[in-house]
């Protein structure tokens, strides 16, 4: 699936996640989210790589707010995130797996909970997974993502020390 702009802000949108500049690819996924361009949203997954925890989280964000009509193609993307070293990258997984309804992640949902000892991820985990069974509470029906305060100003200066293959 890639994403195609016919006009001048969705083309604008898609150099600024092309760009090296990691407040251009933020700002570029929270346009997307703004405008609601579920069209333009595969061009966020490679952003999962990406060596900025808090772009790779902005990016599982937006495609767990955003890919429910296509959870068939980004829930792959999300799946291995469920094993990350970082707790709050499997709690994020979880949580957009959870929120586009990607029925095929239970078993790997599970397995996780089985071996995740974050009190924090297991919470929002367990609350995914009783999305996807449909099993809600009341607690349930408060959004699942929260807003993220991310200063991303020393990002750039970041990438300008790390080696060419990880741009």
């Known amino acids: 699936m890639k994403p195609i702009a016919t006009d001048f802000a969705g083309t604008e949108i898609l150099a600024q996640l092309q760009s090296f500049d990691p407040r251009d690819q933020y700002h570029a996924v929270l346009s997307i989210c703004d405008l609601g361009r579920t069209d333009l949203l595969p061009a966020v997954a490679p952003l999962i790589g990406s060596p900025l925890k808090d772009l790779r989280y902005l990016a599982v964000q937006a495609i767990g707010d955003l890919g429910r009509p296509n959870a068939a193609y980004f829930g792959p993307f999300l799946v291995p995130l469920l094993e990350a070293n970082?707790?709050?990258?499997?709690?994020?997984a979880a949580e957009a797996l959870g929120s586009m309804d990607y029925q095929a992640a239970i078993p790997a949902i599970e397995r996780m909970l089985r071996q995740e000892t974050d009190e924090e991820s297991i919470h929002f985990t367990q609350r995914a997974?009783?999305?996807?069974?449909?099993?809600?509470?009341a607690e349930d029906s408060i959004p699942v993502f929260r807003m993220m305060a991310v200063d991303l100003s020393g990002a750039?200066?970041?990438?300008?020390?790390?080696?060419?293959?990880?741009?």
């Open 86 to 92: 970082d707790p709050e990258m499997r709690q994020y």
């Open 129 to 137: 997974l009783r999305i996807l069974r449909r099993q809600t509470i």
């Open 156 to 167: 750039a200066d970041q990438l300008a020390i790390m080696p060419a293959s990880i741009h």
